[in-house]
T-cell receptor, first 113, second 113 residues
């Protein structure tokens, strides 16, 4: 069954604005990751946050994790046209049948110049 | 140097044919995966291998058979192709085991006609 659900499904903003995407999941996790996929390309790992962490930063990216609500958010600050892509959250678990990464459906972000 | 490489990038074939997709990673990772991305961009794991050993097989029809001759290679063979197999197939690998950061190939767009 699908683990992560991103929200919104699509987001259109102007260059320079901030973009916030949310992800909810259902089961226990070891970590939560965010990936970017440009059109026609493979996924690129952006950031990983462990289940015992609440916030993490990487450049213009800020990720939060609330394990009590089983949710995460990805904030991209000062967006650029080059940030236009689909963004996926993925939950990582280990052990037994959960030894894998499970992806959500993604948020399509369009940054207009 | 391409870290995770898949061949071919595009594959168009008729129903009923058998085809293979090859994947190689030069990152020294022990864990490799095959994912299927459908027309709605939903990514679903198909198989996960750790050090050449199959650890996840996600209710994939047995027409799909992965083969890992060594830990740097994970090939996907598909028998009796069906229209519903049309999708983009991604190979990926992880350095720290399943459920951790994954590095993706560029994808193979399979079209069954």
């Amino acid at each position: 069954s699908q683990q992560g659900e991103e929200d919104p499904q699509a987001l259109s903003i102007q260059e320079g604005e901030n973009a916030t995407m949310n992800c909810s999941y259902k089961t226990s996790i070891n970590n939560l990751q965010w990936y970017r996929q440009n059109s026609g390309r493979g996924l690129v790992h952006l950031i990983l946050i462990r289940s015992n962490e609440r916030e993490k930063h990487s450049g213009r990216l800020r990720v939060t994790l609330d394990t009590s609500k089983k949710s995460s958010s990805l904030l991209i600050t000062a967006s650029r046209a080059a940030d236009t892509a689909s963004y996926f959250c993925a939950t990582g678990a280990s052990g037994g049948s959960n030894y894998k990464l499970t992806f959500g459906k993604g948020t399509l972000l369009t940054v207009n110049p | 140097d391409t870290a995770v490489s898949q061949t071919p990038k595009y594959l168009v074939t008729q129903m009923g044919n058998d085809k293979s997709i090859k994947c190689e990673q030069n990152l020294g990772h022990d864990t490799m995966y095959w994912y299927k991305q459908d027309s709605k961009k939903f990514l679903k794991i198909m198989f996960s291998y750790n050090n050449k050993e199959l650890i996840i097989n996600e209710t994939v029809p047995n027409r799909f058979s992965p083969k890992s001759p060594d830990k740097a290679h994970l090939n996907l063979h598909i028998n009796s192709l069906e229209l519903g197999d049309s999708a983009v197939y991604f190979c990926a690998s992880s350095p720290l085991g399943p459920g951790t950061e994954a590095f993706f190939g560029q994808g193979t767009r399979l079209t069954v006609v």
